[in-house]
């Protein structure tokens, strides 16, 4: 008789890399709740993805597109520092219904946002896919 144990409602059936799922941080996302500016946090929490991404919202809603992009770009890449010390091997899913993953997921957004909207249409298509391969849920949801 052949018997299988449970198997995870997650489990990648076509042997790619499991989901990322980072480390709750919950004390940037408290302190933005409560009222704390983008500036203050990223300064108090600089590894804070969400942070920097708040950041590049807050330029970009009032036309300063160059520094969206600054912000944007450093929310990206401690994403990626974050990510690859739990695991990321440079590719596999990230999802966006894990909230810690929100920030990295946001930062990568508003940097293809800022690359698209100075001209460099390379990086906008590089992390526009980058963003769909690695949460389809985070590409529907950030528009």
Same mark, same amino acid.
């Given at each position: 008789?052949y018997e299988?144990g449970p198997?995870s409602? #997650?489990?990648?059936?076509?042997?790619?890399?499991?989901?990322?799922?980072?480390? !709750? !941080?919950?004390e940037?996302?408290e302190?933005? @709740?409560?009222g704390?500016?983008a500036?203050e946090? *990223?300064?108090r929490?600089p590894? +804070?993805?969400?942070a920097w *991404?708040?950041?590049a919202d807050?330029?970009?809603?009032? !036309?300063s597109?160059?520094?969206s992009? /600054?912000? @944007?770009?450093t929310?990206y890449?401690?994403?990626l520092d974050?990510?690859r010390?739990n695991?990321?091997?440079? #590719?596999g899913?990230?999802?966006?219904?894990?909230?810690?993953n929100?920030?990295?997921?946001?930062?990568?957004?508003?940097? /293809?946002? @800022?690359? $698209?909207a100075i001209g460099? $249409?390379e %990086?906008? %298509?590089?992390? +526009?896919q980058?963003?769909?391969?690695s949460s389809?849920? *985070?590409?529907q949801?950030l528009?």
């Amino acid at each position: 008789m052949y018997e299988t144990g449970p198997m995870s409602i #997650h489990e990648n059936l076509l042997g790619g890399p499991p989901p990322t799922h980072l480390p !709750d !941080d919950p004390e940037p996302r408290e302190l933005l @709740a409560s009222g704390a500016t983008a500036a203050e946090v *990223a300064g108090r929490y600089p590894t +804070s993805s969400l942070a920097w *991404a708040r950041l590049a919202d807050e330029a970009f809603e009032r !036309d300063s597109v160059v520094e969206s992009y /600054a912000y @944007a770009r450093t929310g990206y890449h401690r994403g990626l520092d974050a990510l690859r010390r739990n695991g990321w091997k440079g #590719h596999g899913p990230v999802p966006w219904e894990h909230e810690p993953n929100r920030g990295f997921l946001r930062a990568l957004h508003a940097l /293809a946002r @800022a690359a $698209q909207a100075i001209g460099e $249409q390379e %990086e906008y %298509e590089r992390c +526009s896919q980058f963003l769909k391969d690695s949460s389809p849920t *985070a590409a529907q949801v950030l528009g």
